[in-house]
């Protein structure tokens, strides 16, 4: 049900994003600015539940305060963290948001379970509600970061992180949009009265492991609730994107997101 998804991102991939991105605005505080920042990159371990959980930040150099971006990887993982240093390559599109001026947040949710990745579906669903908690948590205290007080809030999973970003998305009031790739509504979790958020869904019209009829699903439930929807479903695409569907689905949530700073 929460198939299991990773994108791998190449430097010259990051490089055509941000010349994608170049054209767009964004905002610091209330001063409309070039969408293209520098950034620097820190990480910090949390410990929850006993495990000690990795955290990356991706900060927009300057006062901020910034909009942020939560990103919620797939069943397959974040990138391992070897060392401080900043990874050399994305796992689905951090450099790319950091750059267009928004702090991004992406937790290694996974490991506050114990886990690295995670592949059996039975074992998704069975720790999906723990899932949820932990990274209602960690939404929590990205919001509590002082770079992106009083700023607008967004969230961006793929496949599994794509399932959890609905279930918070749909809850948590502040969130402005989400964006999902090769994601739905989790069973159980699309609730009757959802706030005025605004979704961005992109699905792979030949995935197998996530049927392209969950994000038909999703978006039918987008307009029954009167919710802000577009979904672009891509021809002859599984649920692993190939690199150029993939920086077109980052480029996409970029605009998406920069469109929808003061309300969309």
């Given at each position: 049900m929460y198939g299991n998804f990773q994108l791998r991102y190449s430097a010259k991939l990051i490089l055509i994003v941000s010349i994608l991105c170049v054209s767009s605005y964004c905002h610091a505080g209330t001063?409309?600015?070039?969408?293209?920042?520098?950034?620097?990159?820190?990480?910090?371990?949390?410990?929850?539940?006993?495990?000690?959980?990795?955290?990356?930040?991706?900060?927009?150099?300057?006062?901020?305060?910034?909009?942020?971006?939560?990103?919620?990887?797939?069943?397959?993982?974040?990138?391992?963290?070897?060392?401080?240093?900043?990874?050399?390559?994305?796992?689905?599109?951090?450099?790319?948001?950091?750059?267009?001026?928004?702090?991004?947040?992406?937790?290694?949710?996974?490991?506050?379970?114990?886990?690295?990745?995670?592949?059996?579906?039975?074992?998704?669903?069975?720790?999906?509600?723990?899932?949820?908690?932990?990274?209602?948590?960690?939404l929590t205290h990205a919001e509590s970061l002082p770079v992106v007080k009083g700023r607008p809030v967004f969230l961006f999973g793929e496949s599994l992180g794509g399932y959890l970003?609905?279930?918070?998305?749909?809850?948590?009031?502040?969130?402005?949009?989400?964006?999902?790739?090769?994601g739905g509504v989790p069973t159980g979790y699309a609730i009757d009265n959802p706030h005025n958020v605004a979704l961005l869904i992109s699905h792979g019209a030949d995935d197998t492991l996530v049927a392209p009829q969950s994000a038909e699903d999703l978006k039918q439930y987008c307009l029954d609730h009167h919710l802000k929807v577009e979904m672009n479903l891509y021809p002859g695409v599984g649920h692993y994107l190939p690199r150029t569907i993939e920086a077109k689905c980052i480029a996409t949530t970029v605009e998406f997101f920069l469109n929808h700073l003061h309300g969309g």
């Open positions: 001063e409309i600015v070039s969408s293209v920042c520098t950034y620097r990159y820190t990480q910090r371990s949390i410990l929850i539940n006993g495990h000690p959980t990795p955290v990356e930040y991706y900060q927009p150099d300057g006062p901020g305060p910034f909009p942020l971006v939560f990103m919620l990887h797939g069943s397959a993982g974040a990138f391992s963290l070897k060392s401080s240093d900043e990874p050399l390559v994305d796992n689905f599109g951090e450099k790319a948001l950091a750059r267009s001026c928004f702090a991004v947040v992406l937790p290694h949710y996974l490991e506050a379970l114990g886990y690295k990745s995670i592949t059996s579906q039975q074992d998704m669903a069975l720790h999906f509600p723990d899932m949820l908690a932990i990274t209602d948590s960690l970003s609905v279930a918070l998305g749909l809850r948590r009031k502040e969130v402005r949009a989400l964006s999902e790739i090769s």
